[in-house]
């Protein structure tokens, strides 16, 4: 974490961190795949961490008068327990999961929303479907730090005034943000290294906290709650993006592997062709023949017959075609 690419991708996700706690949608999520170009995107949640915190601290004081009590008294029980679960559940449910579930979730209300061409009355804040959102939202923040997706699927019907909208996310999630800390320094999230760039950082996020609250008060409040729904939208196909992603990812390793345990003197080569055929290249001195009969691949023997009959006629599965390695 040295160099001038490093700070000046670093300094930037701080700054947009700042706008983000003072209200402003859409920045907030783009400050940790910007870090993730010179470091690890976990290196980069667990940098930014600290920085959210600070930047809280600030947005509370620029939104101490304007937030929904009443929604803060219904989300943040369900928020408490979402951590706590997704806590006691860390080593077990996959992020890639919890992060594409989350996704589909928003992506369908936020298209609702912006196919919808009446505007329905404003709803008044119910605490059962609070403590559900509300436990959504600690959850998927702590595993995916997704939080706002849930968030927004309460909060949006209840149309609050933007700065309210805004104080009522910034003290929200500050909350979360703060009890999170315990259980990431428990699960090892947190270290000195991360803590003593972080306090570098927390200046122009400090100040860019208030930049965002100033862009609120002057963004007027149709366009504010359109970019919200929009932000809303395109978060949430970004993790189903990264959550399809992952799983394709996982898949070809999967594939691979199998494929290594059916015949361990074998070394494959996944090609990238649209067929997905695997190319068998020997490591023993055996010699595969380049001709295929009735769609499948013959290797001529040119190994004593060590392997069970079994073994040597595993079928080859993970081809688009049936085929049967043969000895």
């Known amino acids: 974490m040295e160099g001038f690419g490093f700070w000046a991708l670093a300094v930037t996700a701080s700054v947009l961190v700042g706008m983000s706690k003072g209200g402003l949608p859409v920045v907030g999520i783009m400050s940790v795949p910007l870090l993730a170009l010179v470091i690890s995107p976990v290196t980069a949640a667990g940098l930014l961490l600290p920085i959210y915190v600070v930047?809280?601290?600030f947005g509370l004081y620029a939104y101490r008068h304007e937030f929904d009590a009443r929604v803060l008294k219904i989300l943040i029980p369900g928020a408490t327990v979402g951590v706590v679960i997704g806590w006691l559940t860390a080593s077990v449910v996959p992020e890639t999961v919890v992060g594409g579930l989350v996704g589909l979730i928003g992506a369908a209300f936020a298209t609702n929303?912006?196919?919808?061409?009446?505007?329905?009355?404003?709803?008044?804040?119910r605490v059962t479907p609070g403590l559900v959102w509300g436990t959504a939202t600690g959850f998927t923040s702590f595993v995916s730090h997704a939080g706002a997706p849930p968030y927004q699927v309460y909060v949006l019907p209840l149309k609050m005034p933007k700065t309210v909208f805004a104080g009522t996310s910034t003290i929200l999630f500050a909350y979360i943000n703060a009890i999170k800390l315990i259980p990431y320094a428990a699960l090892g999230q947190l270290s000195v290294a991360?803590?003593?760039?972080?306090?570098?950082?927390?200046?122009p996020a400090a100040l860019s906290v208030f930049v965002g609250y100033r862009l609120v008060r002057i963004?007027?409040?149709?366009?504010?709650?359109?970019?919200v729904i929009w932000a809303l939208l395109l978060i949430s196909?970004?993790?189903?993006?990264?959550?399809?992603?992952?799983?394709?990812?996982r898949g070809k390793r999967g594939l691979a592997g199998y494929a290594a345990n059916v015949l361990p003197s074998e070394r494959l080569l996944l090609e990238g062709e649209s067929s997905w055929r695997i190319r068998l290249i020997p490591s023993?001195?055996?010699?595969?023949?380049p001709a295929r009969r009735s769609g499948r691949w013959r290797r001529r023997r040119a190994l004593?017959?060590?392997?069970?009959?079994?073994?040597?006629?595993?079928?080859?599965?993970m081809t688009r075609r049936s085929t049967r390695a043969t000895c």
Do not use: E, G
């Not at 929303?113 to 804040?125: E, G, I």
């Not at 196909?237 to 990812?249: G, P």
């Not at 004593?304 to 599965?317: I, L, V």
């Open 55 to 57: 930047s809280d601290m």
């Open 194 to 203: 991360n803590l003593r760039v972080a306090a570098w950082l927390m200046l």
């Open 219 to 227: 963004v007027p409040q149709a366009l504010f709650f359109r970019i």
């Open 237 to 249: 196909l970004r993790l189903i993006w990264q959550a399809v992603a992952r799983f394709l990812r």
């Open 284 to 289: 023993a001195p055996c010699s595969i023949s």
């Open 304 to 317: 004593p017959p060590t392997r069970s009959s079994s073994t040597s006629r595993m079928p080859w599965r």
């Open 113 to 125: 929303l912006l196919l919808r061409r009446t505007d329905p009355p404003a709803k008044v804040a």
